[in-house]
């Protein structure tokens, strides 16, 4: 039951990825006041929110809570993370999505895998950084503005990325 509920958290947000409006910026950093109050421990340690009082934000918004010390993820890397979701009014966890002991979710960023939404919140994040990533219901096809909270667990830069550091180019 909590594998098909996972899975099907996950289609509703990789089905925002061919929908939705485009030509909206859909990346704000820093959105004043919005933001949850997260507990539950540092990094790896399941989270918990309590809501900010406040309508919630027409944009996706995202801060860091703690920053990593490894590699940056870019476009084209592939990124492991562990995620929960959790309804930005009442605070309660609507998407349990993947927490130890589950594996983490492995993906690449700029394969679509994911909502647009996320891959755009996730770019810039350092391994072993904890995020909050605000996105608004219009943009995963959800009944309410969802809250989630993503440990990345690894970077694996892309190969051209690869080349570029060794190289002494700039990513």
């Not at 994911?114 to 219901?137: D, N, Y």
């Amino acid at each position: 039951m909590k594998l098909s509920l996972a899975i099907a958290t996950l289609g509703v947000a990789m089905a925002s990825v061919g929908c939705g409006d485009t030509g909206t910026a859909i990346r704000v950093v820093e959105g004043d006041g919005y933001f949850a109050i997260v507990s539950g421990g540092r990094v790896s340690q399941r989270p918990k929110i309590d809501p900010p009082n406040r309508p919630p934000p027409k944009k996706v918004v995202f801060r860091d809570i703690e920053v990593g010390s490894g590699p940056m993820a870019h476009h084209g890397d592939r990124v492991s993370v562990h995620y929960v979701g959790f309804n930005y009014r009442t605070g309660k966890e609507q998407y349990p999505g993947r927490w130890p002991p589950d594996d983490p979710l492995v993906f690449s960023l700029g394969s679509h895998y994911v909502a647009l939404s996320w891959e755009e919140a996730l770019k810039g994040m350092r391994e072993g950084g904890r995020r909050e990533m605000i996105i608004p219901s219009r943009l995963l096809f959800s009944t309410g503005t969802i809250d989630y909270i993503v440990d990345m667990v690894a970077v694996k830069p892309a190969k051209s990325h690869k080349a570029a550091i060794s190289s002494g180019d700039s990513a």
